[in-house]
């Protein structure tokens, strides 16, 4: 039969003092309070991944996060412990997703005229860039980086200028 422990309490996290080592105050269900010697304390818990390993994650640390909002995660990350998800790949993911799709057509492309434009005449960069605005921003710009192909970045040209889809046909 598994140990029962007593819940914490905030009086109890709040008045936890640092040692010369760390220590952790449990609070059940894998729930734990660690404070450092240094005066920080936070909030980890431990759980066994869908692949049977065993995972740790971090909610933040004490008082930023309190008790309440620690005990909500713990219930939130073992809701998707139940749904076969490892919290800490998840996370991971939404991350690299939330970089990724902020890499649009438009941030490269002002990044790249940046960079450009110190090698460029002043009047060309300005003219590189009116035709950026105008022509290509309004189709492609809010469009993730990642997820453009080359016919993609045809469809400025066909839009604005008709003829050159007949040029690259006829080619």
């Known amino acids: 039969m598994a140990r029962t422990t007593a819940p914490l309490t905030d009086t109890a996290c709040r008045s936890a003092k640092p040692t010369d080592r ?36 971090s909610f933040g640390n004490y008082p930023v996060i ?8 713990r ?8 749904e076969g998800i490892d919290p800490i790949a998840s996370k991971q993911q939404a991350k690299a997703e939330a970089v990724v799709r902020g890499h649009t057509f438009e941030r490269v492309a ?16 300005r ?5 950026l605005k105008p022509h290509v921003f309004p189709l492609l710009g809010a469009r993730a980086i990642v997820d453009l192909d080359t016919f993609d970045l045809m469809q400025p040209l066909e839009v ?3 003829w050159f889809r007949r040029h690259l046909q006829a080619s």
């Open 22 to 57: 760390p220590y952790k105050l449990f609070d059940g269900d894998g729930l734990y309070f660690l404070v450092y010697p240094n005066g920080r304390k936070g909030w980890r818990f431990r759980y066994v991944k869908p692949d049977g390993r065993e995972g740790l994650t």
């Open 66 to 73: 309190g008790l309440a909002d620690a005990r909500q995660k």
């Open 75 to 82: 219930l939130e990350t073992k809701r998707m412990l139940a």
């Open 110 to 125: 002002l990044d790249w005229h940046k960079e450009m434009s110190v090698k460029w005449a002043p009047g060309h960069s």
């Open 127 to 131: 003219t590189v860039l009116s035709r």
């Open 160 to 162: 604005n200028r008709p």
